[in-house]
C-alpha cells in the first residue's frame, strides 16, 4: 500500500496502491517493478510468486500484500485507488473481480492505457476510471489546447499530477463532470492550495499532514 488519498468535499479516505502481477499471475501491490529486502536484495515482481513475495521482510516485517488481501482489509474502512502498473493479460478481468465485493463509489482505477480501459468497460461498464496524466504531457495542456484536450477524455475521473492543476483547470474538469484527483502531494502548502482551488482528492504519504487541513 503506497499511498493516502483523501476525498476532500466528503472528507473519506481512499487507500492508493499500485498493482502488479507476480510470477505466478497474482496481483500484489508494489509501485516499483521490485522491491528490496532489509538485507539489501531486490527482487522483481514478475520473476517471483507472490507467496515468495510475501515471505520477504521489507522493514518492519512485512512482505508485499496482495490485491485481494487489501480488498478484504478495507471493507468497512475505505476505499481503493488501484492504480495499473500492468496491462493485458486477463489483468484486468482479475482487478475486476478482486475489486468486485466493493461498492462502485467505494473503487477507482487509474493508470489504464487506452486498449486497457476498453477492456475495463466490456467487463464493468460501472467500475469508475480514471486518465492519469504526469508532467510529461504538460504539453498536451497549453492555451487552448487544454480545452479540446478535456473534451476528449472519457473516463469517470482524472488523476493528475499536482503541477498540471490550478483553480482554472479544476474548475472546467468539473464543468465536465469529472472528479479530479491531484498526485502524489506532501507539502502542505501546496494541499492547502489544491484544497483552496476545490480539487475532489489529494493523494499523498503524508497522510498526517492531510488530516489536519
Known amino acids: 500500500m503506497q499511498g493516502f488519498v483523501r476525498a476532500v468535499e466528503r472528507g473519506c479516505t481512499m487507500v492508493e496502491c499500485d ?13 516499483d517493478p521490485h522491491v528490496t529486502d532489509v538485507q539489501n536484495k531486490r527482487y522483481k515482481i514478475a520473476e517471483h ?4 513475495l510475501h515471505s520477504l521482510n521489507l522493514g ?3 512482505g508485499v500484500p496482495t490485491l485481494d488481501e487489501l480488498v478484504a482489509w478495507s471493507q468497512g474502512r475505505c476505499a481503493i ?7 493485458d493479460n486477463g489483468i484486468e478481468a482479475q482487478v475486476v473481480r478482486a475489486l468486485a465485493p466493493l461498492a462502485t463509489d467505494a473503487k477507482l482505477v487509474p493508470g489504464a492505457g487506452e486498449a486497457s480501459r476498453r477492456r475495463f468497460r466490456a467487463l464493468d461498464p460501472q467500475l469508475h476510471l480514471s486518465l492519469s496524466l504526469g508532467n510529461s504531457a504538460s504539453s498536451l495542456l497549453e492555451g487552448s489546447r487544454f480545452d479540446a484536450f478535456v473534451e ?3 473516463t469517470y475521473a482524472v488523476t493528475w499530477e499536482h503541477s498540471l492543476l490550478n483553480a482554472s483547470r479544476i474548475q472546467k474538469l468539473h464543468a465536465r463532470g469529472l472528479k479530479v484527483f491531484a498526485w502524489t502531494v506532501d507539502d502542505i502548502s501546496i494541499m492547502q492550495r489544491l484544497i483552496n482551488d476545490r480539487v475532489d482528492g489529494i493523494i499523498s504519504n503524508r497522510s498526517d499532514l492531510l488530516e489536519s487541513l
Open 19 to 31: 498493482i502488479r502481477q507476480a510470477a505466478d499471475g497474482v496481483l500484489v501491490l508494489s509501485h
Open 152 to 154: 476528449t477524455i472519457d
Open 60 to 62: 518492519a516485517g512485512e
Open 49 to 52: 510468486s507472490s507467496a515468495e
Open 81 to 87: 485507488m488501484a492504480d495499473m502498473k500492468c496491462e
